[in-house]
């Protein structure tokens, strides 16, 4: 594999020269922002999905801005990307007023993320056949800013070396949401060799990994450089390789002839994800391992779990009045804010989200029934609400 | 007692001329319109009571406005007086336009209904010295309206022949929140002799007063000849009776003092309700027994009762999505409808209560707590919300 080029030797160096602020030169980001979801409902909607939703506790940022706004530690807004799609771009755009125009990228067609992140990869090797490059996902939640910004260099470094990167978050539950990564060799600092990655457990499984102590959370943030993926994707997805040339191509024909390749030939990419088609296929991989108050925000639940609550557990906004009620999230995202009082009395463990045209009440524990009400929706033709 | 002077012999001589139409030209009504309530809060307010209220089941008229649309299939409007107080009379009369503007008595200061019921007697005696009154709440909610007219017509009747009546409902279910009253000797149709009236029962009591048939929820109904109540008072009330004499004897004197000496008499006459203070002290009282669907709609849960359910048991707005929820009431008062989507996911036995300014959420049997939230906004200084 190519990354045999750079193998112990290089790694040990950059590892003694960190916060080598020169390294970071090269640095480009991808947000991954083409994600649609329904667990969010009714604040998300088909064109206002999760990561422009301002649902991280405690913020009023949309999740993605806070994504961009925690780069910018590390990486200027110019060489902050953006993957997304052409029916999410106007609003993903307006949500980040600091990046430039041509870094937004709309992929033509939903392909999972092998296509999009490897059309990235084209574009950034195409302004710096060396850079490095760190795919996030746009809509998770990071408590310690500052403990993330040192593990991203770490990882940046790491891939500077020549060895695709992880995050591997230290997990704190027993989650069975999450895929693990079993922990190797430990390198320098907080960097280890990655043992082998692992699907989402079992109740039993994921508790004995949090016994275990060397199973981290896959948080899906990568870094490499670009040389080193376009040789991965070309080792190992040899049909794509030939798409994304075909795309690459037709840059120098101009833009017309450049949109006109991306918008014929990419919805026939294959469908999967960076992960299977690429990364793990990898023979050597890297992870940083760390805890930041990591979240991926799966459902309301998390937000509930992230807030901060009264002594009854509760997490409401401030026109919500509470009689006897335990372990509750309030959540209002009405234009203006939340003016009508919201009255609980013996009620416990409900998520109440209001929107101006719709509330939502369901149990903590079914969230993730959220979807059978966006079905019911469809049934009913009430795109207004999709 | 008073009554005594229309004994047995003249009793029995209307019950042979039932239905006789010109024996209703000299009846009268009260209707009862002074209450105010915290039950039905975030719909009911300080100047909206539960008697203003479009919340009978399948209607959209004020509770009250049914009452009186009850009462005139046997009086006209112009012999329907309703009691209520300074604050509510703007909206009471705005709820019942075809109601004369005189025939509004709003009471100076709540005395409980001796002095309210005393007073209309003395403004129905001044119209018609052999009147006779039929005394009714205004918020009830009766689901068979031709059977009432039928019980009122017997109920009416029995006043007319001198003996103070009740209606008495027959009990579908062991219910503890309501009077009764123990059925005494038969007299003829419905009309029976009142055997005594019992206290709000326990649960093993109300159970067997349901098996033994011959008790009768009080619905609070009274039907009396004007001079027999005026007797009675004298009787059991002479403080009452005095009080009551001097303002009437100010209404000679023309509308200012007339005003005048009710706002100062009536806030010190005796308060206490009709039923303690002068009813009940009777020697002899019948009631009228039957069933016509009669409910005092006493809180949430009695609407959701009483309303068309679906096939698991909810009564919901036509805005209401349902994934697997059971047995909840989704009521909005909102203005111009429900236009929002409310979705309940996994939910049971909740009443929800949607209003412009404000929505309630509480399992059915703590709707009796719904008095709490009102405290606590009283606390909060929320006037806006009471």
Redesign the interface.
């Known amino acids: 594999m190519a990354s045999a080029d750079f193998g112990h030797e290089p790694l040990q160096a950059w590892l003694v020269s960190t916060r080598c602020v020169a390294c970071m030169s090269n640095v480009y980001a991808v947000i991954l922002a083409g994600g649609s979801g329904t667990r969010f409902w ?1 604040a998300s909607r088909r064109l206002r999905p999760k990561q422009l939703l301002p649902i991280a506790p405690g913020s009023d940022e949309a999740l993605i801005r806070s994504t961009a706004r925690r780069l910018t530690a590390l990486i200027p807004t110019e060489r902050i990307l953006v993957s997304t799609n052409a029916a999410l771009l106007e609003a993903t755009r307006a949500a980040l007023p600091d990046i430039p125009a041509e870094n937004f990228l709309a992929e033509p067609a939903p392909r999972n993320t092998a296509p999009c992140i490897g059309w990235a990869n084209s574009v950034i090797a195409r302004r710096d056949p060396k850079a490095v490059m760190a795919v996030l996902p746009s809509d998770h939640h990071i408590a310690d800013e500052p403990a993330f910004v040192s593990m991203l260099t770490e990882a940046i470094q790491s891939a500077q070396a020549g060895v695709v990167t992880t995050i591997g978050v230290e997990p704190t539950r027993p989650e069975t949401g999450y895929g693990y990564i079993e922990v190797g060799a430990p390198l320098l600092g907080r960097t280890f060799r990655v043992q082998r990655f692992v699907e989402k457990p079992d109740r039993a499984k994921a508790q004995e990994y949090l016994l275990q102590g060397n199973y981290l959370w896959n948080s899906g943030m990568f870094f490499f450089r670009v040389d080193i993926l376009g040789a991965a994707i070309q080792s190992h997805m040899p049909e794509l390789d030939t798409g994304l040339r075909q795309i690459e191509a037709a840059f120098a024909q101009g833009p017309s002839a450049y949109a006109q390749t991306l918008e014929r030939v990419f919805p026939h990419l294959p469908s999967i994800s960076i992960d299977y088609g690429v990364i793990e296929k990898e023979s050597e991989l890297n992870v940083v391992r760390g805890g930041f108050g990591w979240s991926d925000l799966g459902s309301w639940p998390s937000v509930w779990e992230l807030s901060a609550q009264d002594s009854d557990g509760n997490a409401v906004t401030p026109t919500t ?1 509470l ?2 009620s335990h372990r509750n999230l309030v959540q209002s995202m009405q234009t203006g804010g939340s ?9 416990d463990d ?1 998520c ?1 989200i ?1 929107t ?8 903590r ?2 969230a993730q ?2 979807r ?2 966006v079905e ?2 469809k049934e009913k033709g ?1 795109q207004d ?1 999709l």
């Open positions: 009714p009045l009689v006897d003016k009508r009082i919201m009255a609980l009395v013996g009620i409900l109440i209001e101006d045209d719709a509330c939502l009440i369901l149990p524990e079914r029934d959220v059978a009400v019911l929706l009430r609400l």
